[in-house]
């Protein structure tokens, strides 16, 4: 598999966020999170986990590469500022096409991330990776059952893309990177999954048959993007960052493909840190069978693209995480300006279930309106100490970082949560 790791000093201390209601009421201005991250094998006070579907994905091979090559593109700017601003010490980005020289990764560092926004300080991330995505990667079957494979390349890749790796990941730590231990799962057949909710093809009486028996269902990749278990050594201790971006649950016919996929694609991180009869069938890149080992320190994160009450997702997806009984959720993510636009924008949204706090996602107000789409979800062992969304009120001079549509950063917003320093050292 490939690996991409930037070793190097991190900067120290995080400046103040100018507004603490827009992250969420994180009080520690002026000291508390920051003081001290990233500093070799210090203790931190706290360390902030993120999520951020930064939408950082474009038209055509290597767009984003050459994009960030350079600095002062507008929405990278805006998407940079608002990471300065959060100052997460350990980042998941969604929708960042992957190239395999490692460009956009390291041009989004350079000139975007260690650039000053107004009065928002550069961040350093000594410590990135990224790895191929099943987006854009050409099947020779026809997924979509249109009649003729390769009719529409994206609807017949392992992964829906124009092209190799759009719409793919990136982490950024202040803390190194074990990279002798990542686990990759970009190749994982659906099949293999016990009891998997493999689609049925309703023209025919053979159940679960969407995809033909034999070589197109031996094919098919449960991954939409990937899976990847990034092992984050913090002082003498490893935090497993498990991140993925499964498929949203929409886009297909009765047969509920996509949300069949979106649904198993959250499965796996409820299996891989389940017992080990749960993860036994799991298999990585390498070979290497088995979940993570128990007793392990683990922090889920990504656009799970499920909401627990609300929109297309199969009834409990989400919720195979949030009531997972090794998973920590007694601090939920929340923002006022979640709330606000809710009501201000309506449509759907005045009927949906969920807390409107707790929404990550801005969509259409038609169908299926404002989400809770994206997670950031510790184990049991890793206290929280605070979480939030960085969604501010329409009056917060920080509002146009997130705007309404057209969005000048990304319909998503990005979610953190703080683990208590205790919540690292002690016990362990």
């Known amino acids: 598999m490939q690996r991409r790791h930037l070793r190097g000093l991190a900067v120290a201390g995080a400046l103040a966020i100018s507004s603490i209601a827009a992250v969420g009421g994180h009080a520690d201005a002026g000291g508390g999170h920051g003081g001290g991250h990233g500093q ?31 600095p002062g593109s507008a929405q990278p700017d805006v998407i940079a500022e608002i990471i300065q601003r959060v100052r997460p010490d350990v980042l998941l980005v969604n929708e960042f096409d992957y190239d395999a020289g490692n460009v956009a990764l390291d041009g989004f560092q350079d000139n975007y991330l260690s650039v000053a926004h107004g009065d928002a300080d550069p961040i350093e991330y000594p410590y990135r990776y990224t790895a191929p995505s099943n987006t854009g990667i050409y099947s020779g079957f026809d997924y979509d059952n249109s009649g003729a494979a390769g009719d529409f390349v994206p609807n017949d890749s392992y992964g829906f893309g124009f092209f190799e790796g759009q719409f793919g990941m990136a982490v950024y730590s202040m803390f190194p990177i074990d990279d002798d231990d990542i686990r990759t799962f970009q190749l994982f057949k659906w099949k293999d999954m016990p009891g998997a909710l493999l689609p049925d093809d309703a023209s025919t009486a053979a159940p679960d048959d969407w995809y033909s028996p034999g070589a197109e269902l031996d094919s098919f990749r449960l991954s939409s993007k990937s899976h990847w278990d990034v092992p984050i050594e913090i002082g003498r201790k490893t935090v497993h960052f498990l991140v993925s971006h499964p498929t949203p649950p929409v886009f297909d016919g009765d ?7 979106n649904h198993d694609e959250i499965r796996f991180w409820a299996d891989y840190v389940g017992s080990r009869s749960q993860s036994r069938y799991i298999y990585d890149d390498d070979g290497e069978s088995g ?40 601090v939920t993510p929340s923002s006022p300006g979640a709330t606000e636009q809710s009501v ?61 549509f057209p969005f000048p950063s ?18 362990w």
């Open 410 to 427: 990304s319909d998503h917003r990005l979610v953190w949560i703080d683990v208590q320093q205790r919540g690292f050292w002690r016990g």
């Open 40 to 70: 070799g094998h210090q203790q931190p006070d706290s360390v902030r986990f993120a999520t951020f579907n930064a939408s950082l994905n474009r038209f055509a091979a290597g767009d984003l590469a050459a994009e960030l090559s350079a």
């Open 291 to 330: 979940g993570l080992r128990p007793g392990s320190r683990f922090v889920i994160a990504g656009d799970q693209n499920s909401d627990p009450l609300d929109g297309d997702s199969i009834p409990g997806a989400v919720q195979q995480l949030t009531e997972h009984r090794r998973i920590n959720t007694k």
């Open 344 to 404: 201000l924008q309506g449509g759907i949204n005045d009927i949906h279930l969920s807390d409107p706090a707790f929404d990550t996602a801005d969509f259409s107000d038609t169908a299926p309106g404002n989400l809770r789409a994206d997670y950031v979800l510790p184990s049991k062992h890793l206290r929280l100490s605070d979480a939030g969304v960085f969604w501010p009120v329409a009056s917060d001079p920080l509002f146009d970082l997130v705007g309404t």
């Open 255 to 261: 047969e509920d493909r996509n949300g069949r996929r």
